[in-house]
């Protein structure tokens, strides 16, 4: 699949915050998740057609196929599942997490019912559930102390120099929006750290998102001493 050439975004689709890596991964879950969408169909014909084509119409038969309906939502969970997991290293807030998720599944639940597949409110309110116990499962966000982040007692962070040019390495050919976003910092901070100005909690969240990416950068290799 790594030939077939990814499908164009939208600048505000989330999936621009993946890797190509990632996306082609889901782009194979959505294949697979068709597949066996297919193969439900198959076997609903098979049945079909030994019960003698009830009511003539399989598509009506299709629609009210309790066993076609547990293969389509089996297929639907895995789709949401590898979907969470790309989703899921980026860090992001609960919230908006599932969001995109939701987002994500609607769209995709959409287009089945379109094409008459039995996706009723029961089963979008069962997904949703599931979206909402997924994101809330994810590992939660470190509650960082303010004592350990601040500078001056009561005062402001203090500003420290750190190497500028390694956090623009780290952020490579990424978009400074989309760093930001997946680094979990503020458009400003990204700026002055790469100017070579950050304070200490913005320094641990680098280096945090760095350990995360597999870079081996640390505080004090940050640090100009």
């Not at 038969?61 to 949401?80: D, K, N």
């Not at 599932?98 to 409110?121: K, M, Q, T, Y």
């Not at 490579?172 to 680094?183: I, L, M, V, Y």
């Amino acid at each position: 699949m790594d030939d077939i050439p990814l499908l164009h975004l939208s600048a505000e689709d989330p999936r621009r915050l993946l890797s190509e890596a990632a996306r082609r991964r889901i782009d194979k879950a959505k294949i697979e998740c068709d597949v066996i969408r297919m193969r439900g169909v198959a076997d609903a014909r098979f049945e079909f057609e030994r019960a003698g084509k009830p009511g003539g119409n399989f598509g009506e038969y299709v629609r009210t196929s309790a066993a076609y309906r547990q293969v389509a939502l089996g297929a639907i969970r895995g789709l949401l599942h590898a979907r969470h997991r790309e989703f899921a290293v980026l860090d992001l807030p609960s919230r908006r997490l599932a969001e995109i998720l939701r987002d994500e599944i609607e769209g995709f639940l959409n287009s089945a019912e379109r094409h008459g597949e039995p996706v009723g409110n029961i089963d979008r309110r069962a997904l949703e559930l599931e979206i909402f116990s997924m994101c809330c499962a994810s590992p939660p966000e470190p509650a960082a102390t303010k004592k350990a982040m601040s500078g001056a007692k009561g005062g402001r962070p203090k500003a420290l120099a750190i190497d500028g040019e390694k956090v623009r390495a780290l952020r490579g050919g990424a978009s400074q929006e989309t760093f930001r976003r997946c680094c979990k910092i503020s458009t400003d901070r990204l700026q002055k750290a790469e100017r070579g100005s950050a304070t200490e909690q913005t320094i641990l969240t680098i280096c945090k998102y760095a350990a995360k990416k597999g870079h081996n950068l640390t505080t004090d290799d940050l640090k100009i001493k």
